[in-house]
């Protein structure tokens, strides 16, 4: 039988499954989560950075290709 994401929580970094004995609730005010959130965010920017770098990298590629083609220096 699988279990859903719901029969699990998040304690510390590991998953361990609900039970009626739990000693503390999941909470999004929770500090384990907010560092997740953060540690998140830090890897999307990063990410981000490395896209729009390829991208700036790319156009000055093709800008320095058309401007060989069309001025000359094609080799």
Do not use: H, Q
């Amino acid at each position: 039988m699988a279990k859903s994401n719901m029969d699990f929580k998040f304690k510390k970094g590991k998953k361990t499954a609900i039970s009626g004995s739990s000693s503390r609730s999941w909470s999004f005010g929770d500090p384990e989560f907010k560092r997740k959130k953060r540690v998140a965010s830090y890897k999307m920017y990063g990410a981000e950075g490395k896209v729009k770098g390829s991208l700036k990298m790319s156009f000055r590629w093709l800008k320095d290709k058309y401007t060989r083609v069309v001025y000359g220096s094609w080799c």
